[in-house]
Each structure stands twice: as C-alpha cells, then as structure tokens.
C-alpha cells in the first residue's frame, strides 16, 4: 500500500521570502507520479504541480518547485518569493501505477506581511 | 466554465435523512472520483468511475450509493445519514483510464459541506 507523509503539520514564511514542505513517501511501484495540491480556506483543491517519476528533471512552475530524490523517496516543495495568496493548506500526493491517488495530511502554509 | 460543479455547495441535515451531492464535469474526462475530507483535513477516495463503471470501491458503508448517469456525472446517494457523515465531499475527474498505469492529473470541484445535526 502506498503512504504520503507530510512531517510539518504547519509552516509560515515572511512574504517575499522562500519555503520549502517536504513531503516522503512510500510505494514499491516503478512507474508513479507525485503532485502537490493547494487548498485555500475557499476549499477547492488547486494543483500546484506535478512530477513523474520517470523524469529525472525537477518540475517547475513559475515560482513553484520541486525537489525530487526518487531513491530517497522524497518530493519537497519550493516555494520563491512567498505571497500572501500563497497562505493554504498544501497537500502531498502520490499515484501509482494502476492505482488510486493517495495524501498525505497536509501542511497548513501561513504567509506573514 | 466551471470544469468540475458540484451541487449543493452546502448541506445541513438531520440525522437519518437520505441526500444527495451531484457532480458533474465538463472537461470530457473519463474518470470521476468522490472524496471525502475530514474534520482533520485528511482526503481518502471513496469511489471512482470510469466511463460509467465502477473501478474503486473503498471500504465504504454501503449506505453511500454512488450513480453515474453518464460519463459527465456522478452522484453521491447517502442513506440514513450519521453524524459520523459530517465532512467535506469532494467529486473530481481525470482524463485517465483507471487501471491503466495513467497519471494524468485529478480536477476537483469545489466540495460539498456537509453537516449532520
């Protein structure tokens, strides 16, 4: 079974500032992809950004980034030059190969001015 | 424009009620899911369907009855409602044939509040 284990329950950042989640995980799969959703208190889950295990190279978007170790099993995310709109919930995800998408718990991002 | 809807957007109730959460998505996807998100935040899949048929069933009570109309729809049916059924319902869809080693990213809808009193 898979497991997504996100080990900071919270974090903050100064605005302008940069901060990076971590998030492991756990599969025996060869073939996954990892994302990291944004929910914001409106609720509605955002993707942020999306990885393949295949890909050596770390996704990028904009000021979104990611750190993947895949012998490490580890998927941070980076995020520059913090904004206030930033400030959610952010979830970890793993999806294996004929399998379901799974979470991790989330880390709730507060952003200060 | 909305991609995935959900309705209602909000759901109180009493206890042993029967309601339903519709979704419906626009993106011409092949896969839908529900979700549900706890009071603690975390998110577990429920259910999935793809091209009307059912592909994930999770250990949910079978007082939960998903239907998929058409590949555009999938509503949620729940039964006597518990206070237990309290959480936030997500539907979601994905261009992705499930079993098929896909990957292809989950568009999620706003989620249904639900509270039983």
């Known amino acids: 079974a898979q497991t997504v284990t996100q080990s900071q329950p919270e974090m903050s950042v100064q605005e302008a500032e940069t901060v990076t989640l971590s998030c492991t995980y756990d599969?025996?799969?060869?073939?996954?992809?990892l994302f990291w959703y944004k929910q914001p208190p409106s609720r509605q889950m955002i993707l942020v950004i999306r990885?393949?295990?295949?890909?050596?190279q770390n996704a990028t978007e904009n000021r979104f980034s990611v750190n993947f170790q895949k012998a490490a099993k580890s998927f941070s995310l980076k995020i520059s030059d913090s904004q206030l709109g930033d400030a959610a919930m952010y979830f970890c995800?793993?999806?294996?190969?004929?399998?379901?998408?799974?979470f991790g718990e989330g880390t709730q991002l507060t952003v200060n001015p | 424009d909305t991609a995935v809807s959900q309705t209602p957007k909000y759901l109180v109730t009493q206890m042993g009620n029967d309601k339903s959460i519709k979704c419906e998505q626009n993106?011409?996807?092949?896969?839908m899911y529900w979700y549900k998100q706890d009071s603690k935040k975390f998110l577990k899949i429920m259910f999935s369907?793809?091209?009307?048929?059912?592909?994930i069933n999770e250990t949910v009570p079978n007082r939960f009855s998903p239907k998929s109309p058409d590949k555009a729809h999938l509503n949620l049916h729940i039964n006597s409602l518990e206070l237990g059924d309290s959480a936030v319902y997500f539907c979601?869809?994905?261009?992705?044939?499930?079993?098929?080693?896909?990957?292809?990213?989950?568009?999620f809808g706003p989620g249904t509040r639900l509270l039983v009193l």
């Open positions: 599969t025996s799969e060869s073939d996954y992809y």
């Open positions: 990885q393949e295990a295949y890909k050596q």
């Open positions: 995800a793993e999806k294996a190969s004929g399998s379901r998408l799974t």
């Open positions: 993106l011409g996807h092949d896969t």
């Open positions: 369907y793809n091209n009307k048929e059912l592909i």
């Open positions: 979601a869809s994905s261009q992705d044939l499930a079993g098929q080693g896909s990957g292809e990213t989950q568009y």
